[in-house]
């Protein structure tokens, strides 16, 4: 049971590139979210999706691109990377149901130089 | 907005002691949700409260969750090196959009041998 998983883990790109991140869950949970963790900033909500082919922007999307055209994957694109999107960046997924609880993947640390 | 407020941020502490984590807010939450989170990692729940008043035990650890569902508490006894890592909190429901969760800004947790 694979659960939630990230690639890549590591990421270096330079300014100005696309780059994208890919979560895929084992679960067929309906709801998934990107978060990005900065010291001092704790975890800051990209955007999250409630389903295929539903998604919406959570506290910080700017510069970010997502889609979900399968209920298992749920991509982050940078279209231009910055170096204010240096960060690490988390996965999450959930049932949507009950009590919100969310099942994290091990994180993508991407610098942009 | 929102806010989980917690307290303190760091906690340094010698092996053997007992420690409290605090998780305030001034909005009543459906949940409460406990994470811990290793470096490398990403946050793994620990415990979810949802009854106002609600004590749960995980071996040292304790939870409350208060009984105007505003606020929570992380008790940890006789304290192990194994315990350190990044603690937090998250409220469910109670005005964020469905699903999504609010997270405080986390207490970062070191034991000393």
């Known amino acids: 049971d694979a659960g939630i998983t990230q690639s890549p883990r590591y990421k270096i790109t330079e300014t100005g590139r696309q780059v994208t991140l890919m979560c895929h869950q084992t679960w067929s949970h309906s709801y998934m979210f990107w978060y990005r963790q900065d010291l001092g900033h704790g975890l800051r909500l990209i955007y999250y999706?409630?389903?295929?082919?539903?998604?919406d922007k959570g506290e910080v999307p700017d510069g970010y691109v997502v889609s979900r055209s399968k209920t298992e994957n749920f991509p982050l694109t940078l279209e231009s990377a910055t170096r204010s999107q240096t960060s690490v960046y988390f996965c999450a997924s959930s049932e949507g149901r009950g009590w919100y609880e969310q099942y994290f993947g091990p994180g993508t640390r991407l610098t942009v130089t | 907005t929102q806010l989980l407020e917690q307290s303190p941020q760091f906690l340094s502490i010698q092996e053997g002691e007992n420690l409290t984590v605090y998780c305030n807010s001034s909005s009543v939450f459906s949940s409460l949700q406990w994470y811990r989170q290793e470096p490398g990692e990403g946050p793994v729940l620990l415990v979810t409260?949802?009854?106002?008043?609600e004590v749960k035990k995980l071996k040292r650890l304790t939870f409350q969750f208060g009984d105007a569902r505003k606020d929570s508490s992380l008790h940890i006894t006789a304290a192990q090196p194994g315990d350190t890592g990044l603690y937090l909190c998250a409220g469910g429901g109670g005005g964020t959009s469905y699903g999504k969760l609010t997270f405080g800004q986390g207490t970062i947790l070191t034991v000393h041998p």
């Open positions: 409260v949802v009854t106002g008043g």
């Open positions: 999706s409630a389903a295929a082919d539903i998604t």
